[in-house]
């Protein structure tokens, strides 16, 4: 359990009625709070809800099955790069398409080692946009702005206090979504599709072949 988790309960309740004051009322026209709802498209309860949902641990745990798989991987290409000599009519292209193979099961292997470093790289992004928005909402939930929208009826002061405190809960989350999109951006190559090409090696030649 982290500091998320402790503050869940009350950040839930105060956030409910955020979000229902803003969905009621609005918020002033000039707000810092209207770029955040257009950008990340959800109110602050359903955005922290989100956030909330996403945990480390699974993505953490991915990295000793990925590492065991990396080995079968490369020994699989170690394995076929090494069976033998063989002589013949097909003996070139049963090569070329055999040493084609052993290369596309190493960049796979490659490729599972990227995914391990980007299951590591989402595992602490997860933990630092919690502990980043666990931070606001100890903030919020202590503030002038939590009790206004708490006690007073529906109208402007309401309607303000929720704004201020939407905006600063909206503000970390936007924080969170920019780093999630240069994690994106940073590993899109190392984790694009490597799909297998084999070599064109031209007609095969039939004929008696025989391995060394």
């Known amino acids: 359990m982290d500091a998320l988790d402790q503050l869940a309960g009350s950040a839930t309740a105060l956030l409910d009625r955020v ?3 803003l969905a009621t009322s609005g918020a002033p026209g000039s707000h810092p709070i209207w770029p ?3 950008r990340l498209g959800a109110l602050p309860g359903a955005a922290t809800s989100t956030i909330a949902g996403l945990r480390p641990a699974p993505l953490a745990a991915a990295g000793p ?7 079968v991987y490369q020994q699989r290409g170690e394995t076929i790069a090494d069976s033998g000599s063989w002589e013949g009519a097909g003996a070139e292209v049963f090569g070329a398409r055999r040493a084609a193979l052993s290369a596309h099961l190493g960049a796979m292997a490659g490729k599972l080692a990227a995914t391990e470093g980007y299951s590591a790289a989402v595992a602490e992004w997860v933990e630092q946009s919690r502990a980043g928005l666990a931070r606001e909402l100890a903030a919020v939930l202590g503030s002038r702005e939590a009790v206004t929208v708490t006690v007073e009826p529906l109208g402007v002061p309401a309607a303000v206090a929720a704004a201020e405190i939407g905006a600063r809960v909206l503000g970390a989350i936007d924080v969170a979504y920019e780093r999630a999109e240069a994690l994106l951006h940073r590993w899109a190559a190392d984790l694009a599709e490597l799909p297998y090409r084999p070599p064109d090696t031209g007609p095969v030649a ?3 072949t025989t391995r060394a």
């Open 36 to 38: 955040l709802l257009r």
């Open 19 to 21: 979000d229902s004051t």
């Open 206 to 208: 039939f004929g008696p």
């Open 65 to 71: 099955s990925l590492h065991g798989l990396i080995e």
